[in-house]
């Protein structure tokens, strides 16, 4: 039972041009949601954080939307470079325990 | 501080044969997690200490991993006997739990190969 899901395996943009990558969840204790990048043979480095009490949250080129309504978040990556292009995972916190449950990423390729 | 270490890199060995892998995790943390990357799965949430003590190990998949955290700044994760289906990327993390964002951060990761 998959509690945080990334349906999408991958996304392929422009540079210069938008990145948005989603993220659902089927769980109402999560009280922090996480967006990693990670590059090949490396570990996962985190790069964006929402409280469970905000709708939005901006660093840079990197802005995450939370919608709790819809179980759903969003990762919006303005303007998108080639350096861009790794595997996002999206992250969830459960409020009562501190676990963090992942995603199963989405693979950014970003085409100069 | 060099971050989480985690050791071997790289681990190949004989379906059979025992398999330990070892983490050191950022000084102060007191939660660590242990994963495993799939294509299929993703990130799957193997088992999490906080404060040494085991809290959530419903990820393990089967009675043959074991994982042990025996004071602050060292855990092992134990596959016995491996398999070749175990072949993975498992990686390590640490956190600080208290008020905040309180993200993990992660180590290298060892890559297993049981043939």
């Known amino acids: 039972d998959q509690q945080v899901k990334q349906n999408s395996p991958s996304l392929s943009v422009q540079e210069g041009r938008i990145s948005i990558l989603n993220c659902d969840y089927t769980n109402s204790m999560f009280d922090y949601f996480l967006w990693y990048k990670k590059y090949p043979a490396e570990g996962p480095t985190f790069l964006i954080s929402i409280s469970s009490i905000k709708d939005k949250n901006e660093d840079g080129r990197f802005t995450v939307f939370l919608n709790k309504s819809a179980k759903h978040l969003s990762l919006h990556i303005v303007p998108s470079q080639p350096g861009d292009s790794a595997v996002y995972f999206c992250a969830a916190k459960e409020s009562n325990t501190g676990k963090l449950i992942f995603g199963q990423g989405t693979t950014l390729q970003v085409k100069p | 501080d060099a971050g989480v270490i985690q050791s071997p890199r790289h681990e190949v060995t004989e379906m059979g044969q025992e398999v330990t892998l070892r983490c050191k995790p950022i000084s102060g943390h007191n939660s660590l997690f242990w994963y495993r990357q799939t294509m299929m799965r993703g990130l799957e949430l193997l088992i999490y200490?906080?404060?040494?003590?085991?809290?959530?190990d419903s990820g393990m998949p089967e009675d043959r991993f074991s994982a042990k955290m025996p004071n602050a700044s060292f855990s092992t994760l134990k596959i016995q006997p491996s398999e070749p289906r175990d072949s993975a990327v498992y990686f390590c993390?640490?956190?600080?739990?208290?008020?905040?964002?309180?993200?993990?951060?992660f180590g290298q990761g060892t890559r297993l190969t049981v043939v």
């Open positions: 993390a640490s956190s600080l739990r208290g008020a905040g964002s309180t993200e993990a951060f």
């Open positions: 200490f906080n404060n040494n003590v085991p809290i959530d």
